[in-house]
């Protein structure tokens, strides 16, 4: 009898271990909350990212390029930084973005003009002494990604805009040159104009 009691408490516990495992969520469960908490306008979503990071952390889970891409978002909405207010807590927010897109690096991901866009987009918002120079260098490392194909360039006329946008109203020194610069270089180096249409070079103002 002992034995038969033994052996049914050894299944029941195999059991509800069995259950534990498949209830737990997987890396894709809490990539999807993350790529929310980036769309979300809430002004404490950086820091409900931050838990959710070490909560994979703590499950021993992947963290992939998904997760990267959707916490650089995560720091760099605008938005969302409008709401907090405060020059710290921009500042904070692109250097934390920055330190994920290195992360993205490492693991030999590729990334996307578009994270570079928002990360420069940070670094204006910030209102930090340094940030022409820290939004330069992010333009400089994209446009070697592009020619390198470890960064992919707009794949349309919308994401041609958005960057001219992004680079015209950053504090980069002689803006206009340097988007003139790294359009021409692009499309030069990466097979050609962008679908439906050239790239826009003449939407950008005169800011020389």
């Known amino acids: ?16 271990q069995a259950r534990s495992h498949s209830a ?8 999807i909350l993350l790529t929310a908490l980036s769309k979300s306008r809430h002004p404490d979503a950086p820091a409900l990212a931050e838990d959710v990071i070490c909560e994979m952390e703590n499950e021993a889970l992947t963290i992939n390029r998904h997760t990267v891409n959707a916490m650089i978002t995560v720091y760099t909405r605008s938005d969302q930084r409008g709401k907090r207010g405060s ?9 934390k973005a920055e330190a994920w897109l290195r992360r993205l690096g490492q693991m030999q991901a590729t990334g996307t003009t578009l994270l570079y866009q928002n990360i420069i987009n940070a670094w204006t918002k910030s209102n930090h002494p340094d940030a022409a120079r ?3 260098l992010m333009l400089n490392e994209m446009l070697e990604g592009v020619r390198s194909k470890t960064v992919q360039k707009p ?6 805009r958005k960057l001219l946008v992004a680079i015209s ?17 692009m499309d030069n180096q990466s ?10 070079f003449d ?4 800011l020389s």
């Open 1 to 16: 009898a002992t034995d038969t009691q033994n052996a049914d408490d050894q299944r029941d516990a195999d059991a509800k």
């Open 24 to 31: 737990r969520p997987d890396s894709k469960i809490y990539n």
């Open 87 to 95: 020059d710290e807590d921009a500042l904070n927010d692109a250097e």
């Open 134 to 136: 820290r939004s330069e």
């Open 155 to 160: 794949t349309d006329m919308g994401g041609y």
């Open 169 to 185: 109203k950053s504090k980069i020194h002689k803006r206009n040159r340097q988007a003139k610069e790294l359009l021409h270089a």
């Open 191 to 200: 097979g050609g104009s962008p679908k439906r249409g050239k790239v826009p």
């Open 203 to 206: 939407l950008l103002p005169d």
